[in-house]
């Protein structure tokens, strides 16, 4: 039997899937799951069915397991992530920069299309339902929240390997075996789909709930790292200016505050998407990142490497051990996200924590960022205001960049240290043009270190299954 592409057999799914795949996880609207698997044609038919469908798209887009490996695959491949010695396995060959299509610690793409097919159903289903069913603003939130999760999905797969599908529907027909879209196409489709989210949402913020797309700051935000990352810096620094002018989020106060539950810093959080003492008050993220044993930290997790350390200046509350950083045998770890193992239940549950998909320091550090490319660097509302709200509250004094190319330096320099284990650092080298320079002179990759490895590579078993479907070059 001819074998279908993976993004079709997501797409072939039926709706009832949405239902399936939630049963057990925890719910991000206030409506109780239904308990029986529901048809399709009655999925689009009660309000509580409807919120869990869109409940299961949260889940999807949250789902704790995919996201740390995704953000832990991000470690290995930039700089910010070293075990050492290297360890003979597949892990040990992405961090040395030996990296080949038929690695299966690679990450599968099949992982975001499934969320993005979801979005596509609410996106679709969602404009017929009556209004006895959900309010027109009720309607236009579940919408706009889709298109969010769609252009996120779309934004990581295309950063990650470039040319990608760019699928915005839901038929089989349409995408069965659909090749690769250009970059410029995918691009122009994760804007448009963030620019009619922020129009539909208000601007009405629900400060203690961040697991949820609801207001026009939280698209807006995004699409100003989508601008940064495309450098169209005037747009940039509008998009987050109007997220940090809105004054509903905040720089919290001490670093150690940030990455709290409830935390006014926090625009988009993932929450928990399972049950029990690896989920319960806890970022998967923790477990990710935090060896639980010598073991773990001399093979699968990732110490912060000499290099890295000593970008923090003398002072910085962010490196001092305990805060964002934790010593654990022999070797440096990130400790934004608490550990089972590493902190107790009870210090975990009097602190309890989400993965932060976006902060208020980012859109600073955006904006820094794009008013100093657009040359407007010390003085007031410049590039250097920005980046000293961020160092203040990390214990610094204020920058001395006073060029352009100082200022440029000092930013990079500052989204190492407060966005470090954040899933930033390859991007950044990336869309700076640095990253053949800096990975290519990292001593445990230099020896393998290739000019290709801009892209990620498909996997072997995506294209085994995907007959129309082409390797990125070089691999």
Request: net charge positive; hydrophobic share 40%; charged share 15%.
């Given at each position: 039997?001819?074998?279908?592409?993976?993004?079709?057999?997501?797409?072939?799914?039926?709706?009832?899937?949405?239902?399936?795949?939630?049963?057990?996880?925890?719910?991000?609207?206030?409506?109780?799951?239904?308990?029986?698997?529901?048809?399709?044609?009655?999925?689009?038919?009660?309000?509580?069915?409807?919120?869990?469908?869109?409940?299961?798209?949260?889940?999807?887009?949250?789902?704790g397991l995919?996201?740390?490996?995704?953000?832990?695959?991000?470690?290995?491949w930039?700089?910010?992530?070293?075990?050492?010695?290297?360890?003979?396995?597949?892990?040990?060959?992405i961090?040395?920069?030996?990296?080949?299509?038929?690695?299966?610690?690679?990450?599968?793409?099949?992982?975001?299309?499934?969320?993005?097919?979801r979005?596509?159903?609410?996106?679709?289903?969602?404009?017929?339902?009556?209004?006895?069913?959900?309010?027109?603003?009720?309607?236009?939130?579940?919408?706009?929240?889709?298109?969010y999760?769609?252009?996120?999905?779309h934004?990581?797969?295309?950063?990650?390997?470039?040319?990608?599908?760019?699928?915005?529907?839901?038929?089989?027909?349409?995408?069965?075996?659909?090749?690769?879209?250009?970059?410029?196409?995918?691009?122009?489709?994760i804007?448009?789909?963030?620019?009619?989210?922020?129009?539909?949402?208000?601007?009405?913020?629900?400060?203690?709930?961040?697991k949820?797309?609801?207001?026009?700051?939280?698209?807006?935000?995004?699409?100003?790292?989508?601008?940064?990352?495309?450098?169209?810096?005037?747009?940039?620094?509008?998009?987050?200016?109007?997220?940090?002018?809105s004054?509903q989020?905040?720089?919290?106060?001490?670093?150690n505050?940030?990455?709290?539950?409830?935390?006014?810093?926090?625009?988009?959080?993932?929450g928990?998407?399972?049950?029990?003492?690896?989920?319960?008050?806890?970022?998967?993220?923790?477990?990710?990142?935090?060896?639980?044993?010598?073991?773990?930290?001399?093979?699968?997790?990732?110490?912060?490497?000499?290099?890295?350390?000593?970008?923090?200046?003398?002072?910085?509350?962010?490196?001092?051990?305990?805060?964002?950083?934790?010593?654990?045998?022999?070797?440096?770890?990130?400790?934004?996200?608490?550990?089972?193992?590493?902190?107790?239940?009870?210090?975990?549950?009097?602190?309890?924590?989400?993965?932060?998909?976006?902060?208020?320091?980012?859109?600073?550090?955006?904006?820094?960022?794009?008013?100093?490319?657009?040359?407007?660097?010390?003085?007031?509302?410049?590039?250097?205001?920005?980046?000293?709200?961020?160092?203040?509250?990390?214990?610094?004094?204020?920058?001395?960049?006073?060029?352009?190319?100082?200022?440029?330096?000092?930013?990079?320099k500052?989204?190492?240290?407060?966005?470090?284990y954040?899933?930033h650092?390859?991007?950044?080298l990336?869309?700076?043009?640095?990253?053949?320079?800096?990975?290519?002179?990292?001593?445990?990759?230099?020896?393998?270190?290739?000019?290709?490895?801009?892209?990620?590579p498909?996997?072997?078993?995506?294209?085994?299954?995907?007959?129309?479907?082409?390797?990125?070059?070089?691999?």
């Amino acid at each position: 039997m001819k074998r279908l592409n993976k993004i079709a057999a997501c797409l072939l799914i039926p709706i009832i899937f949405l239902m399936i795949a939630i049963t057990g996880c925890k719910k991000y609207l206030e409506v109780p799951l239904p308990i029986d698997q529901l048809a399709t044609d009655n999925v689009f038919k009660t309000k509580p069915t409807i919120i869990s469908a869109v409940n299961g798209m949260y889940n999807a887009f949250s789902d704790g397991l995919l996201k740390g490996t995704y953000y832990k695959i991000t470690y290995w491949w930039s700089d910010e992530g070293e075990i050492s010695p290297l360890p003979g396995s597949e892990i040990g060959d992405i961090i040395g920069g030996n990296i080949v299509p038929a690695n299966t610690q690679l990450m599968q793409w099949g992982f975001f299309y499934r969320t993005i097919f979801r979005a596509n159903t609410l996106i679709e289903k969602l404009p017929a339902v009556g209004t006895d069913i959900l309010t027109d603003a009720e309607k236009k939130q579940f919408i706009s929240a889709a298109k969010y999760i769609r252009a996120a999905e779309h934004f990581t797969l295309v950063t990650s390997w470039g040319d990608v599908p760019l699928i915005t529907s839901t038929s089989a027909e349409e995408n069965l075996n659909k090749p690769r879209t250009p970059a410029t196409e995918v691009y122009n489709q994760i804007i448009k789909d963030l620019q009619e989210a922020a129009a539909d949402l208000p601007a009405t913020v629900n400060t203690s709930n961040s697991k949820t797309i609801h207001n026009r700051f939280q698209p807006l935000a995004l699409l100003a790292k989508v601008y940064l990352y495309l450098g169209r810096w005037a747009d940039a620094e509008a998009a987050a200016t109007e997220v940090i002018g809105s004054n509903q989020y905040l720089l919290v106060t001490g670093v150690n505050n940030v990455f709290k539950r409830g935390s006014r810093e926090a625009i988009l959080s993932h929450g928990a998407t399972g049950t029990g003492s690896l989920f319960d008050n806890r970022a998967v993220l923790g477990w990710i990142t935090l060896p639980a044993s010598s073991g773990n930290a001399a093979s699968t997790h990732c110490a912060i490497p000499a290099a890295m350390q000593s970008r923090f200046e003398a002072g910085d509350q962010r490196k001092v051990s305990g805060n964002w950083t934790i010593s654990l045998f022999g070797k440096v770890f990130a400790n934004k996200y608490l550990h089972n193992v590493t902190a107790s239940t009870a210090t975990i549950n009097a602190n309890p924590q989400d993965f932060i998909y976006q902060r208020l320091a980012e859109l600073y550090l955006i904006r820094a960022e794009a008013r100093a490319q657009q040359g407007n660097i010390t003085g007031a509302n410049s590039a250097a205001t920005d980046i000293n709200l961020v160092r203040t509250r990390a214990g610094l004094p204020n920058t001395t960049a006073a060029t352009q190319p100082q200022m440029l330096s000092a930013i990079e320099k500052e989204r190492v240290t407060e966005l470090f284990y954040e899933g930033h650092r390859w991007y950044d080298l990336k869309r700076t043009g640095q990253l053949q320079t800096v990975l290519g002179a990292v001593p445990y990759k230099a020896a393998n270190y290739k000019a290709h490895y801009n892209l990620w590579p498909i996997p072997l078993s995506e294209l085994n299954n995907s007959p129309n479907l082409t390797q990125n070059p070089g691999y």
